[in-house]
């Protein structure tokens, strides 16, 4: 048995061993960010994180059916508190790891307005968003139409993603000409930090925070071990904070908001 685990060793000296690694569930907007927290944690650790993503709404299902995570990233507070009262997750380990935003967004340069008049310009066909009753982002879409009084407007006009990578998608390709995505998405890649927005193309409103409820996403362990606990306390470190800011969120202790 010694000689075996000498040629493991020997030959895949890459691999980590199977209790090194974790498995997180991650709703779809967070990808990128988590993609690069991942990356940097195993250079600090040498533990590997591999990552699912989708909508919080189906994560939270097959959490809920047994899908073995060993953390939860939701796009939401909600998912994560009923898995507390539920008793499934760690009680005391869920917590705030960013605040997303929205932002109305075109591919088009200088057609989207500083205050989203487009919505009652009539120029467009299709309006993209993520659905409401499975993605936080899409519910937040939703308060702002409805604020505005455009909900029931511009019904003919919604194409519903089934989560916001979808959504981004529909407007990216452009099966729609506009859509409400999260900003990260529209950030290139670690560069929001310090204010200074880097949108990789187009134009964009976004929303003031003033006109939907903050996008608080929590995070819970769901099976305990020194490795997610390790995880988790590097998402919430400074270097990783300084990351997720980079991703165009806000967090506990940045929620400043705007338009443009």
């Given amino acids: 048995?010694?000689?075996?685990?000498?040629?493991?060793?020997?030959?895949?000296?890459?691999?980590a061993p199977e209790s090194d690694r974790i498995h997180i569930a991650v709703a779809s907007n967070f990808t990128g960010a988590m993609e690069s927290l991942a990356v940097r944690f195993k250079e600090q650790t040498g533990h590997e994180v591999v990552l699912s993503h989708g909508s919080t709404g189906m994560l939270y299902a097959q959490i809920r059916n047994g899908a073995p995570f060993d953390a939860f990233f939701a796009a939401d507070a909600e998912r994560p508190a009923l898995l507390d009262?539920?008793?499934?997750?760690?009680?005391?380990?869920?917590?705030?790891?960013?605040?997303?935003?929205?932002?109305?967004?075109?591919?088009?340069?200088?057609?989207?307005?500083?205050?989203?008049?487009?919505?009652?310009s009539g120029e467009f066909r299709h309006l993209a968003l993520a659905n409401p009753e499975l993605a936080p982002y899409g519910r937040a879409a939703r308060t702002v139409l409805q604020a505005t009084g455009d909900w029931d407007r511009l019904e003919p006009q919604r194409v519903i993603g089934q989560n916001i990578a979808q959504t981004y998608q529909f407007?990216?390709?452009?099966?729609?000409?506009?859509?409400?995505?999260?900003?990260?998405?529209?950030v290139a890649k670690g560069h929001a930090d310090g204010g200074a927005k880097h949108l990789k193309h187009g134009s964009?409103?976004?929303?003031?925070?003033?006109?939907?409820?903050?996008?608080?996403?929590?995070?819970?362990?769901?099976?305990?071990?020194?490795?997610?606990?390790?995880?988790?306390d590097f998402v919430r470190s400074e270097d990783a904070l300084e990351m997720i800011r980079g991703f165009g969120y806000a967090t506990e202790r940045e929620t400043t908001m705007g338009t443009r």
Avoid: H
């Fill in 1 to 15: 048995m010694a000689l075996v685990a000498l040629v493991v060793l020997v030959f895949f000296p890459g691999r």
């Fill in 171 to 186: 407007v990216d390709s452009g099966n729609a000409e506009l859509g409400f995505v999260a900003y990260s998405q529209l």
């Fill in 85 to 120: 009262s539920a008793g499934v997750s760690l009680a005391g380990s869920r917590f705030t790891y960013a605040v997303g935003r929205i932002a109305l967004w075109s591919p088009q340069a200088g057609w989207i307005d500083p205050d989203g008049a487009v919505l009652r």
């Fill in 204 to 232: 964009y409103w976004l929303v003031p925070q003033s006109m939907y409820a903050p996008i608080a996403q929590q995070a819970v362990v769901l099976k305990d071990g020194p490795v997610v606990r390790a995880f988790m």
